[in-house]
């Protein structure tokens, strides 16, 4: 699988409709078609202050909205995920003892 960064940007981008969504759903595609369908994306976010470094590796994990001032319809976009615990266990042994699971 090809390593894709991606800052998005303003968190609108989850309801609009222009060349930017449409490349990155090109993206999308072409993963999808030369690689097959991932087993597990990781995703690294830096929006909320936590004293540590933590990988939410549940089985239904949460959503976390820590953005305020949007309109409602964002607030609704959901992208409901399981956690891949093969994913957490080899992000753990690449980071080591810096990181701690939350499983919640």
Request: hydrophobic share 40%.
């Amino acid at each position: 699988m090809p390593v894709i960064f991606s800052g998005h940007g303003s968190p609108m981008i989850a309801l609009a409709h222009n060349d930017l969504t449409a490349a990155f759903n090109h993206i999308g595609q072409e993963v999808i078609s030369r690689f097959g369908k991932p087993k597990a994306i990781l995703s690294i976010c830096a929006h909320w202050y936590a004293d540590g470094t933590y990988i939410q590796s549940a089985e239904k994990t949460r959503q976390i909205y820590d953005m305020y001032g949007f309109p409602d319809e964002l607030y609704e976009v959901q992208y409901p995920v399981s956690g891949n615990r093969d994913l957490t266990m080899d992000v753990l042994n690449l980071l080591g003892d810096k990181v701690s699971i939350n499983d919640t």
